[in-house]
């Protein structure tokens, strides 16, 4: 395999010289075989030594064309090395630039070293950053070799082709044609993505590719590209919009198929017991896809849209929309919805909820911050529970079986953002929202290292947390919100979901989660903002709740208004012989004697 130190030391303007030079004599090798093709038959002559004539001449037209073909390849070979040698090159600067940035090395070898001795960098390079940093480099490395290795291999099998004279027939009747037909062979290949691979990896394998070559992925091979995490938004939304018409064309094959199915079962004169209805559900379920397709399409043409995630398999489509530019947007929020969502059914309203708040964010960031860009997502990456669901002890609302499956994937999706901006240099600030069984998915998947720097969870049943240390987000940055008259958070008594991030129910042992407020209020312009009451009121556009989602996604948390305690509460003190008041999950002070 080559080495880091070969790649660096490789000279495309060598490349490029041998590729003009090999242009040039395979232009004059053309127009001179295609004279010297012409030579024979002469007209009028025959004989002995004119058949010797016409055999020398075909057995060198032959070698010609042979020559021809190869020289046609290796050219074009060697065009595609030189460009595909600048993705590899480019790669490596850019991770040598991320190293530098958290205080890392890259040596000769490919490995990275920390620059400050015993890992003690300065505060403002946080452990964490600086972790996923450095796995972020070493992967950008590891992917730009790898595909150094493979343009070489390709490069030198193709030159070893052309030395035992593998290409062209040497009967294509003219040199012109021979050269064409060497042209043909694809020359180099473009590397797939690495197998099950993280999203840094993803991440450092597309961004070891020229453009001309992602180009290539692009149109060739969007099924490799939509969903795989790591790799640009821009990039993702491209090619799951490119796939859209024959994911269609697939669903309405298997709808037909499902129609003629249950058309052969109503015309059993005694079907098996449950044939039908189950016939009957899978034509409901394929109908369910194509609306939920319908639904992604009528998003798309709002304009300013990604298209980030789009998957067909299982029961139901997952999707993942962002309004705005996530790959240039600084604050980006992602937005996880909770039970009974779906793509066909929800879509639609979250990502006008999506709209407003990043008209709020931007707006606050455009005053009160740092006039970075604003993105938001609506994630539903996972089959959501449903209200068929909840006699499933597998499924239901008590369990967090579907919670921990769709937090694999939101892990993903959010270390996925975090590879891409880092990788290109673009600072990202990341807030996780979840609603509902949302939040309970976003909790598990942020007990794992994400980017995610900020997080708000609203109307929650639990997090499947003990302490707030079990979620790996800044200390100070994890925030709750409930509406007074939703009654999901009291919902779960058993605690299958850990301790509840309301201090109301959990006592003093959650006071690292900041409860932000649903009621009336003021916002930081003076603008009036309106209370939410009830479960599915918190994106309500112009509510404290929104706002203060808002300011967190823009980076100034310190503006939201916050949730006062009723113990917080001044009051009279208690009259003789009654007990003191205490937060719910402490025991009353005794009465004064």
Do not use: C
Not at 144 to 161: G, P, W
Not at 271 to 279: F, I, R, V, W
Not at 446 to 469: C, E, I, K, R
Not at 524 to 538: D, I, K, R, V
């Amino acid at each position: 395999m080559v080495g880091l130190s070969d790649v660096k030391r490789w000279n495309t303007g060598q490349l490029d010289e041998i590729f003009k030079t090999v242009q040039q004599r395979l232009q004059i090798l053309t127009h001179s075989g295609d004279d010297f093709g012409k030579v024979i038959p002469v007209a009028d002559w025959s004989g002995p030594a004119a058949d010797n004539a016409r055999s020398a001449h075909s057995n060198l037209m032959f070698r010609i064309d042979k020559m021809a073909a190869g020289a046609s390849i290796v050219g074009k070979a060697i065009g595609q090395a030189a460009d595909a040698i600048t993705g590899v090159q480019h790669a490596i600067a850019g991770a040598e630039e991320l190293a530098r940035k958290y205080g890392y090395q890259i040596a000769d070898n490919g490995g990275v070293t920390d620059l400050y001795p015993e890992g003690k960098a300065p505060p403002e390079l946080h452990p964490e950053d600086r972790a996923r940093a450095k796995a972020e480099v070493s992967d950008a490395i590891a992917q730009a070799l790898r595909t150094a290795d493979d343009i070489d291999r390709d490069l030198a099998a193709v030159l070893q082709r052309a030395q035992q004279g593998d290409f062209g027939t040497g009967n294509e009747g003219t040199v012109t044609a021979a050269a064409a037909d060497g042209a043909l062979d694809p020359g180099l290949t473009l590397l797939e993505p690495p197998k099950d691979g993280s999203p840094s990896q993803n991440a450092g394998w597309w961004n070891s590719l020229s453009p001309a070559g992602q180009a290539i992925l692009l149109r060739d091979h969007p099924d490799w590209l939509g969903n795989l995490d790591g790799l640009p938004s821009s990039v993702r939304s491209q090619a799951n919009i490119a796939r859209m018409p024959a994911e269609r064309a697939s669903l309405q094959r298997q709808l037909d198929e499902a129609k003629s199915f249950v058309d052969q079962v109503k015309g059993m004169a005694w079907p098996p017991p449950g044939m039908l209805s189950d016939a009957l559900a899978k034509e409901d379920v394929i109908k369910a896809k194509l609306k939920s397709l319908d639904a992604i399409d009528a998003t798309i043409a709002k304009g300013e849209r990604q298209l980030l995630t789009l998957d067909t398999s299982g029961e139901r489509v997952k999707a993942a929309v962002a309004v705005g530019n996530v790959d240039t947007a600084e604050h980006v929020a992602v937005f996880t919805s909770g039970f009974t969502s779906t793509v066909d059914g929800s879509l639609k309203g979250y990502d006008n909820d999506m709209q407003n708040l990043l008209t709020q964010s931007q707006g606050i960031s455009n005053v009160y911050g740092n006039h970075g860009g604003v993105a938001a997502v609506t994630w539903i990456g996972y089959e959501a529970l449903q209200t068929a669901d909840v006699l499933n002890p597998d499924e239901s609302v008590g369990s967090d079986n579907l919670a921990k499956i769709g937090a694999h994937k939101l892990d993903g999706f959010l270390n996925g953002l975090g590879a891409s901006h880092d990788i290109h240099n673009q600072p990202l600030h990341l807030t996780a929202l979840g609603h509902s069984y949302g939040s309970l998915t976003t909790g598990i998947a942020l007990q794992q290292p994400t980017p995610v720097h900020d997080a708000v969870v609203f109307g929650s049943p639990g997090l499947d947390m003990q302490t707030p240390n079990d979620l790996k987000v800044p200390q100070g940055h994890l925030f709750s919100e409930w509406s007074d008259q939703d009654p999901v958070p009291r919902l779960d008594i058993a605690h299958n979901f850990g301790t509840s991030p309301y201090q109301a129910i959990s006592g003093g042992s959650v006071a690292g989660i900041e409860q932000l407020s649903t009621g009336d209020a003021t916002g930081a312009s003076g603008q009036s903002l309106h209370a939410t009451h009830e479960h599915g009121q918190y994106l309500d556009n112009n509510s404290t709740s929104q706002y203060n989602m808002a300011s967190v996604v823009a980076g100034r948390p310190d503006l939201t208004v916050h949730y006062t305690q009723p113990w917080d509460v001044p009051a009279a003190p208690p009259a003789p012989g009654e007990p003191v008041p205490a937060p719910p999950g402490t025991d009353p002070t005794p009465p004064p004697r």
